[in-house]
Nanobody
Framework: QVQLVESGGGLVQPGGSLRLSCAAS????????MGWYRQAPGKQRELVAV???????NYGDSVKDRFTISRDNGKNTVSLQMNNLKPEDTAVYFC?????????WGQGTQVTVSS
């Protein structure tokens, strides 16, 4: 069982930046992948960014060149740096991890981009 706790959401103006962090309950190098998904009201959950244990990354098309995923093995955290935020980035952001064929989710953190 992997427990994930997100932090760092909030309200930001268009063009601003936020950094999300996700703390895992076990060594993240043992996880096949970790990353972030988001879900806006009335929409399906979609990929934001994922990083494998080998360091490969995959980004959703709408966030490429604006968002960057990174990890800190020593702190067992994965972070998402979000720059040039747009109103359409407003959503609940969920931390995600995959291990031994199982998927785990955090409770989600709200990101609101509005002037």
């Amino acid at each position: 069982q992997v427990q994930l706790v997100e932090s760092g959401g909030g309200l930001v103006q268009p063009g601003g930046s936020l950094r999300l962090s996700c703390a895992a309950s076990q060594k993240i190098f043992s996880l096949a992948s970790m990353g972030w998904y988001r879900q806006a009201p009335g929409k399906q959950r979609e990929l934001v960014a994922v990083m494998t244990s080998g360091g490969s990354t995959n980004y959703g098309d709408s966030v490429k060149d604006r968002f960057t995923i990174s990890r800190d093995n020593g702190k067992n955290t994965v972070s998402l740096q979000m720059n040039n935020l747009k109103p359409e980035d407003t959503a609940v952001y969920f931390c995600y991890a995959q291990s031994l064929g199982y998927s785990y989710w955090g409770q989600g953190t709200q990101v609101t981009v509005s002037s």
